[in-house]
């Protein structure tokens, strides 16, 4: 997808957090140039999820961008940023608030270079307030936001959610507010320096929970897989597998006691509405539980399959990722890179209907794998200068750092 093919980014994003937001953009044909330090993005450490050489990790979440190396703590190396934001449209970082500005390259000094820049900064609890200066990861921001305290099982202790989900939706946002600054752009407003604190996230990312507290203060307790306000809308354990249930309207729930051949649970003055089956769950639930460690939970999904009813197995990962429905849309990608083979990712979720699928994607970029040509094609430096700011370490190529 081109639709951002006459846009160039900055990507100044670290490890997870800050470098989804330029992948988005990059998916939609943006040129996002992800400038690193010479020691490079922390996220390439192969002792970290390794694939080959390199970390999963920055495999994942780097293909389709350029790589730059600047050694932004030098006068020169400063000024070569500043001129690539003369040529750019947006600039992403996530640092501790202020870090730009020490270094001499914040909003203020960009606009000096370029008066439309987009800048999106992302920290872990922005400029203001009392919690400004406080480190933040991913279970950090999970943890001190509520999510853990909502997620496990009754009694049990908390539990972090097991995929990045506080660094992946503040990504997502922080590709968002890229977006929305490019819009405005385009409308003549000028430049805009947003904020995407990662705490900010999270407390957006509660939903409804969150509105639950502040009218009428509930404080949940962690539901396992079961659900609060529904009843039974939960996972459940089969002669074989796991699988969930989720006959959330009374039509469904009527269905699926016609499959468990309990047509009388329909009409039970004690279940016959969903306020009802909270109040009674108790009572419900081991009933259903019984009945489905009858049979395996393959049997089960096709039985509630053809009736209508929702209802899935809990997948592995295996099971998720290697099926007809994945294969038929083409989501896994799949490029070449250096000491890590053959890598395969899952793609762009958003697709161009009529476009046409294909298998491959752009790689991840070595480290500084692109720095000449974007000095002397994007900035239009010459030669001799080129090989000064090498000479001098301010800029670095992959064979100058291997």
């Given at each position: 997808?081109k639709?951002?093919?006459?846009y160039?980014?900055?990507?100044?994003?670290?490890?997870?957090?800050?470098?989804?937001g330029?992948?988005?953009?990059?998916?939609?044909?943006?040129?996002?140039?992800?400038?690193?330090?010479?020691?490079?993005?922390?996220g390439?450490?192969?002792?970290?999820?390794?694939?080959?050489d390199v970390s999963?990790?920055f495999?994942?979440f780097?293909?389709?961008?350029?790589g730059?190396?600047?050694?932004l703590?030098?006068?020169?190396?400063?000024?070569?940023?500043?001129?690539?934001?003369?040529?750019?449209d947006?600039?992403i970082?996530?640092f501790?608030?202020?870090?730009?500005?020490?270094?001499?390259?914040?909003?203020?000094e960009m606009k000096k270079?370029?008066?439309?820049?987009?800048?999106?900064?992302?920290?872990?609890?922005g400029?203001?307030?009392p919690?400004r200066?406080?480190p933040?990861?991913?279970?950090?921001?999970?943890?001190?936001?509520?999510?853990?305290a909502?997620?496990?099982?009754?009694?049990?202790?908390p539990l972090?959610?097991?995929?990045?989900?506080?660094?992946?939706?503040?990504?997502?946002?922080?590709?968002?507010?890229?977006?929305?600054?490019?819009?405005?752009?385009?409308?003549?407003?000028?430049?805009?320096?947003?904020?995407?604190?990662?705490?900010?996230?999270?407390?957006?990312?509660?939903?409804?929970?969150?509105?639950?507290?502040?009218?009428?203060?509930?404080?949940?307790?962690?539901?396992g897989?079961?659900h609060?306000?529904?009843?039974?809308?939960?996972?459940f354990?089969?002669?074989?597998?796991?699988?969930?249930?989720?006959?959330?309207?009374?039509?469904?729930?009527?269905?699926?006691?016609?499959?468990?051949?309990?047509?009388?649970?329909?009409?039970?003055?004690?279940f016959?509405?969903?306020?009802?089956?909270?109040?009674?769950?108790?009572?419900?639930?081991?009933?259903?539980?019984?009945?489905l460690?009858?049979?395996?939970?393959?049997?089960?999904?096709?039985?509630?399959?053809?009736a209508?009813?929702?209802?899935a197995?809990?997948?592995?990962?295996?099971r998720?990722?290697?099926?007809e429905?994945?294969?038929k849309?083409?989501?896994?990608?799949?490029?070449?890179?250096?000491?890590?083979?053959?890598?395969?990712?899952?793609?762009?979720?958003?697709m161009?209907?009529?476009s046409e699928?294909?298998?491959?994607?752009?790689?991840?970029?070595?480290?500084?794998?692109h720095?000449?040509?974007?000095?002397?094609?994007?900035?239009?430096?010459?030669k001799?200068?080129?090989?000064?700011?090498?000479?001098?370490?301010?800029?670095?190529?992959?064979?100058?750092?291997?």
């Open positions: 997808m639709f951002l093919e006459d160039r980014i900055i990507d100044l994003g670290q490890v997870i957090a800050g470098t989804i330029g992948l988005i953009l990059a998916d939609f044909g943006a040129d996002v140039i992800k400038v690193e330090s010479p020691s490079g993005d922390i390439r450490n192969p002792n970290i999820a390794g694939v080959g999963g990790i495999l994942t780097n293909r389709g961008k350029k730059l190396v600047i050694d703590k030098s006068e020169e190396g400063k000024k070569v940023f500043l001129d690539l934001v003369t040529v750019s947006a600039v970082a996530n501790r608030p202020g870090t730009l500005d020490r270094l001499g390259i914040g909003f203020e270079y370029n008066s439309d820049i987009i800048f999106v900064d992302s920290s872990g609890y400029e203001e307030g919690w200066d406080k933040a990861f991913d279970v950090v921001e999970q943890a001190m936001s509520g999510h853990m909502i997620t496990g099982e009754p009694g049990g202790p972090r959610n097991g995929s990045p989900t506080a660094d992946i939706s503040t990504a997502l946002y922080t590709a968002i507010a890229c977006m929305a600054g490019l819009l405005g752009k385009q409308k003549g407003k000028g430049a805009k320096h947003f904020e995407v604190p990662m705490f900010d996230v999270q407390l957006s990312m509660l939903g409804y929970i969150s509105t639950m507290y502040l009218n009428n203060g509930d404080i949940p307790q962690p539901p897989s079961a609060e306000y529904m009843v039974p809308y939960q996972a354990p089969t002669a074989t597998i796991y699988i969930v249930l989720s006959p959330r309207e009374e039509r469904f729930y009527k269905k699926m006691c016609e499959v468990m051949e309990i047509p009388e649970y329909a009409t039970d003055p004690r016959v509405t969903n306020d009802l089956r909270v109040k009674n769950k108790d009572e419900l639930l081991p009933k259903l539980e019984e009945i460690l009858q049979k395996p939970g393959e049997e089960w999904c096709k039985l509630f399959e053809d209508g009813v929702p209802a197995p809990v997948n592995t990962l295996d998720a990722l290697d099926n429905q994945v294969e849309r083409s989501l896994i990608k799949s490029f070449k890179y250096p000491g890590s083979g053959d890598v395969r990712v899952v793609g762009n979720p958003i161009d209907i009529g699928k294909n298998s491959t994607c752009d790689p991840a970029p070595m480290h500084g794998e720095t000449i040509q974007i000095l002397r094609e994007t900035l239009g430096y010459e001799e200068i080129i090989d000064s700011l090498l000479d001098k370490n301010v800029v670095q190529t992959e064979k100058k750092i291997k």
